[in-house]
């Protein structure tokens, strides 16, 4: 059985490893979260924002001529279909109902290509709660057009400037926002990381994506199981969403794409299965990139959403124990997917799902399989990436 225990452990790796300064906000929403989320009234509301405000159920298409291709049946979970591009947006939806229930009147977030902070910033609009976005002074130049949209949107951006400027620098700035003040505001974190309770609601919230996915299946396929879900990781949320109702399901291949970036031996890479090692990152005990003596490694890939230094705890869990099975794609190889999927399926992925795309080439399925990849986001924000490999 793949479950969490009561102290937010999924094996030896999660918990909530936090200053004690920090320690009345997550537990306040550790006491609370699973009643708030469970309330009749917060279903109600959830599940209708996911209906009309994001577009749910996304669709499940069989994509015929990847198929094809693959000599297997491959179906696409369409998230890039839903509400600001992709399915970060079902955790923001979820996670700003449980800041009004709780009474927080501002919200904080962090960002690194400013995808969160954009899908924060939109929710914190539809609700009209005062919106802080931390973001490093280096990405935001790198993202401009994201801190544009953030910014349309109401929310203020605030430049990290200490260490790297990038998405860490970030999310030091928010802990310390968020200390400083305890009681009116709430910190919405972007994926399965983060502290004891943040990666099991953030998976509960993504897990709308199993969901639809198996009644889906059932219709189109005749069966709720797949052989396999293939999705990225960059944290994981998209990926707990997609495996979220198979992972006691063991006839269920799961497998997790990782960023190779130049080469996973390269020293430019994300690929924190492989060279992850046990420690404490963001307030949880997993899987990441670390030096002898425990130094961050600086992460590297393509796709700015894959760039991380280390994985949710229930990911390093899945792999630890072999439930799921780790893929390492590299840039180039996503950028040949994403060309891929554009010129046979007329479908512009992200790049980070481009890496899941690209695992298909290595994967091996029968005739019959049927595998799901989970699209979890839409190109338009990575056009000029692609642009700059037009050939
Ligand atoms: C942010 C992002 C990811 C990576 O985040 P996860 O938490 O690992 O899902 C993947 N795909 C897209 C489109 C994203 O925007």
């Known amino acids: 059985m793949v479950a969490i225990d009561e102290r937010g452990y999924y094996g030896e790796f999660g918990g909530a490893y ?6 009345p906000n997550v537990e306040e929403l550790r006491e609370n979260y699973l009643n708030i989320m469970q309330s009749d009234d917060f279903q109600q509301e959830f599940r209708l924002l996911l209906k009309d405000y994001v577009g749910r159920p996304s669709p499940l298409y069989f994509a015929k001529r990847l198929s094809e291709r693959y000599h297997t049946r491959v ?3 369409r998230e890039d279909l839903m509400h600001t591009g992709a399915h970060k947006i079902n955790n923001t939806i979820g996670q700003i109902l449980l800041a009004k229930r709780l009474n927080k009147k501002r919200i904080i977030a962090e960002t690194g290509a400013g995808q969160h902070g954009v899908a924060t910033a939109t929710v914190c609009a539809l609700m009209g709660l005062e919106c802080i976005v931390y973001m490093g002074r280096v990405d935001m130049e790198r993202q401009a057009p994201n801190v544009a949209r953030m910014r349309m ?9 200490s260490g790297s400027q990038t998405l860490k620098d970030a999310t030091n700035e928010a802990i310390r926002d968020w200390i400083n003040n305890p009681d009116n505001t709430y910190y919405i974190i972007g994926s399965v990381v983060g502290p004891h309770p943040y990666p099991d609601l953030v998976a509960r919230f993504q897990s709308v994506i199993s969901e639809e996915m198996k009644i889906q299946l059932l219709e189109q396929t005749g069966s709720e199981n797949p052989a396999a879900i293939v999705a990225c990781v960059g944290g994981g949320s998209n990926a707990a969403g997609a495996f979220y109702h198979y ?3 063991p006839n269920v291949r799961l497998i997790a794409v990782e960023a190779a970036g130049k080469g996973v ?3 430019h890479s994300a690929a924190t299965s492989v060279l992850g090692t046990k ?3 963001h307030g949880s005990r997993t899987l990441l990139m670390q030096t002898e003596d425990g130094q961050i490694v600086e992460p590297y890939s393509i796709s700015a959403g894959l760039d991380y230094p280390g994985i949710g705890p229930l990911h390093a869990h899945l792999i630890a124990t072999g439930r799921a099975e780790a893929v390492s794609i590299t840039d180039d190889e996503a950028l040949s997917a994403a060309f891929l999927l554009a010129r046979i399926e007329g479908i ?9 795309l690209a695992a298909l080439e290595t994967l091996r399925f029968q005739e019959s399989d049927v595998v799901v990849v989970n699209l979890s986001g839409r190109g338009d924000k990575d056009l000029a990436a692609y642009i700059d490999h037009l050939t």
């Open 18 to 23: 936090i200053p004690e300064m920090l320690h």
């Open 153 to 161: 949107l109401g929310a203020e951006v605030r430049p990290a400037l």
């Open 279 to 281: 420690g404490i990152i």
């Open 265 to 267: 031996y390269s020293g």
């Open 348 to 356: 512009i992925p992200a790049l980070e799902t481009a890496h899941a």
């Open 247 to 249: 992972l006691n399901a």
């Open 75 to 77: 179906f696409l979970k």
